[in-house]
């Protein structure tokens, strides 16, 4: 079992920055890949971005490469989002989620998932 616990959203101005974190309980955290995804009200869940358990390598979705950067810590249990330049349609709420199976983009390949954290970016 793997629990998520995700943190740092909030209200931020377009073009600005926020850093999403998410801690993971367990001592086999560093044996999950990890991935963001993000929902608003209506739409599907979709995904932002992947990182493999060992760090070394990660993927993005389109919307987000150049501005967000997925990292992870092994030794704290924790994986972050840095979203830099962001836009209104960055509003969301974004996810946390595991996997066992690699970097995943599909979100039915996650198995565990943090409860959600609101990013709100205003004009």
């Known amino acids: 079992q793997v629990q998520l616990v995700e943190s740092g959203g909030g209200l931020v101005q377009a073009g600005g920055s926020l850093r999403l974190s998410c801690a993971a309980s367990g001592r086999t955290f560093s044996s999950y890949s990890m991935g963001w995804f993000r929902q608003i009200p209506g739409k599907e869940r979709e995904f932002v971005a992947t990182i493999l358990w060992s760090g070394v390598s990660t993927d993005y979705a389109d919307s987000v490469k150049g501005r967000f950067t997925i990292s992870r810590d092994n030794a704290k249990n924790t994986v972050y989002l840095q979203m830099n330049s962001l836009k209104l349609e960055d509003t969301a709420v974004y996810y946390c989620?595991?996997?066992?199976?690699?970097?995943?983009?599909?979100?039915?390949?996650?198995?565990?998932w943090g409860q959600g954290t609101q990013v709100t970016v205003s004009a």
């Open positions: 989620a595991a996997t066992p199976s690699g970097m995943q983009t599909n979100r039915a390949a996650y198995v565990y």
